[in-house]
């Protein structure tokens, strides 16, 4: 087990598998670094896959201060996982909170950023429901500390966008369950309140998001509602771009269908190292309907 020491003082529990170019997976709130096993299997036969748990995800640290806890400190851990392991840049794979965090990430350290892919992405940012989320993330984390991780996991790994892998595939939605169920539930109601909570909206990043200068994949599932218009606003701002919708899938797309999500991943990260993801062709005019002259 090793761990890396952020610049806060937090302990992060990290794991590399395979040699090559890092890929660095960045984990949503329900899960952790076991929700990327199957991703980590098959990339690291080429590449050097690297996971952590983010602060208030035992073994790391579990800070009890909620001011240790928010969207700009996420991205800093990320910046010191691969300071920590020496790496200047890595491709970022980022699910729902951790592709939030990787977004950010890929704005404010574009150096260190070969490529990005965003999964999952968009829950509260929807301007008319802003106030909506942000209320449920604090009733969510009162749950957490009244009940538990292991009692609260039921009700939250139940929620609708959870639904299509329950269907799928009952055994691996039972093991995302029963290890959300090992989280601990103070870090799991700091998360939700300081990170998943206070986090700002995807629509407020169209300036910084216009600017992006790395190549990126934007995923969803077509049963995941709230990630849906986030994802067509994204490949719409960001220049590098490229959308890919999962048909009958929900939330838990690396999960759900992890076969599709990995050639899409693999096929992209392809791209990228050819040089061949580009952005949109000036010709291809998106404000273009017929072209008569």
């Known amino acids: 087990m090793a761990f890396v020491t952020t610049t806060d ?41 690297i996971t952590f748990n983010a602060r208030g995800y035992a073994p ?131 998360t939700m309140r300081g990170v998943q909570g206070q986090r700002p909206s995807i629509y407020d990043l169209e300036e910084p998001l216009s600017r992006l200068d790395v190549p990126v994949l934007i995923v969803s599932g077509d049963e995941d509602d709230h990630c849906l218009q986030p994802a067509l606003f994204m490949k719409r701002t960001i220049p590098a771009s490229g959308l890919a919708i999962l048909p009958k899938t929900g939330h838990t797309l690396n999960l759900e269908e992890p076969a599709m999500f990995n050639a899409l991943v693999a096929d992209f990260l392809a791209q990228v190292e050819q040089a061949a993801w580009r952005p949109r062709d000036p010709r291809s005019n998106p404000a273009e309907i017929v072209k008569t002259s």
């Open 60 to 190: 790391s640290d579990v800070p009890h201060e909620i001011e240790k806890y928010s969207q700009r400190r996420a991205v800093d851990d990320i910046r010191d996982v691969l300071d920590g392991l020496n790496i200047d840049s890595a491709h970022v794979v980022g699910l729902s909170m951790g592709g939030f965090s990787a977004l950010h990430f890929a704005a404010a350290y574009a150096s260190r950023v070969k490529s990005l892919v965003v999964a999952g992405v968009g829950y509260g940012s929807e301007k008319h429901l802003e106030s909506v989320f942000r209320e449920a993330a604090q009733q969510a984390a009162r749950q957490f500390e009244t009940l538990g991780c292991a009692e609260f996991s039921h009700i939250y790994c139940s929620a609708a966008a959870r639904i299509p892998l329950l269907l799928k595939d009952p055994r691996g939605w039972e093991e995302f369950r029963r290890m959300m169920g090992e989280h601990d539930s103070k870090g799991a109601a700091l």
């Open 9 to 49: 003082g937090v302990k992060l529990n990290v794991e590399e598998t395979g040699e090559g170019t890092p890929l660095l997976f960045v984990h949503e709130f329900a899960g952790d670094q076991r929700s990327w096993e199957t991703q980590v299997r098959h990339f690291s036969r080429r590449y050097r896959c």
